[in-house]
């Protein structure tokens, strides 16, 4: 528990932990207890049970084991409809891929395996509240790899917002994860122009980086919707057609990724 001189401070983060496993309640109540911004004010250990504590509690953060419900996916996006303001940090049993994209695709924060350690989730919690994203490392790459075949997938509810031929393909360079000099090879210009482009699109699109505008474009098939076209004197250039492997997702100081470290055991 932290001090109660903390409850009114805006930094405080209350937590509601739903999980049916005793052991693991336990275990992240100590971890929380021992940090002076965090708080668990409700737990649950059935699907209901989260529900009426997500609706009960003023709470910023919901931690959901996936377990809880079937259809884990459907389940996070109805909590996030009764509780508008909740942010939901989903725990898998293990690493998943089609469950990780399909939970982001519903409105997830994040999502985390038990094999997280202790530090990296309270880091976690602390991006969530503040309204940004945490994937892991490999989760990264996954949804990455998920615009390279999004042709494949599903189409989910399309976005009203339109970019621009360019924007398009600036933003299809960050998607395929090229960096802003590779990015800038390409398109023809300056590293400080694609800068410039990605500041203009996080505006429009109401995003905060290159992690939330990949989730973004995921949600709303951005790309899909706009024409992508290589600037004069080169040829047309789909978002698929970059050439060579994918690079690791850029992380210059004004364009960053949030990731966590390599996984170790909570407990």
Not at 6 to 19: G, H, L, Y
Request: hydrophobic share 40%; proline share 5%; charged share 25%.
């Amino acid at each position: 528990m932290a001090p109660p001189e903390m409850e009114n401070r805006e930094q405080f983060i209350r937590v509601i932990v739903a999980d049916s496993q005793a052991i693991f309640r336990a275990g992240l109540r100590k971890i929380f207890a021992v940090e002076d911004d965090i708080r668990v004010v409700g737990q649950a250990e059935t699907l209901s049970q989260a529900v009426a504590a997500a609706q009960k509690f003023a709470a910023e953060i919901l931690v959901f084991e996936v377990a809880l419900a079937q259809n884990p996916s459907e389940a996070v996006q109805d909590i996030l409809k009764q509780a508008r303001n909740l942010r939901v940090v989903a725990v898998t049993e293990t690493p998943d891929q089609e469950l990780t994209l399909e939970l982001f695709r519903r409105g997830a924060h994040a999502v985390v395996s038990r094999e997280i350690d202790s530090e990296l989730f309270v880091e976690c919690l602390r991006k969530v509240s503040k309204g940004k994203p945490w994937l892991e490392p490999h989760a990264v790459q996954w949804v990455l790899e998920a615009y390279r075949t999004h042709g494949t997938r599903p189409t989910s509810t399309r976005t009203n917002v339109q970019l621009t031929p360019k924007e398009a393909l600036i933003v299809s360079g960050v998607t395929q994860g090229m960096k802003n000099k590779e990015i800038a090879a390409r398109v023809g210009t300056t590293e400080q122009v694609v800068k410039n482009y990605l500041r203009k699109v996080y505006d429009k699109l109401g995003v905060a980086d290159r992690l939330e505008l990949a989730l973004y474009c995921l949600n709303n098939r951005v790309l899909q919707d706009a024409k992508v076209a290589a600037p004069a004197g080169q040829s047309r250039t789909a978002p698929e057609a970059a050439s060579g492997p994918a690079s690791e997702p850029a992380k210059d100081k004004t364009d960053s990724v949030e990731t966590a470290e390599t996984p170790k055991k909570v407990f």
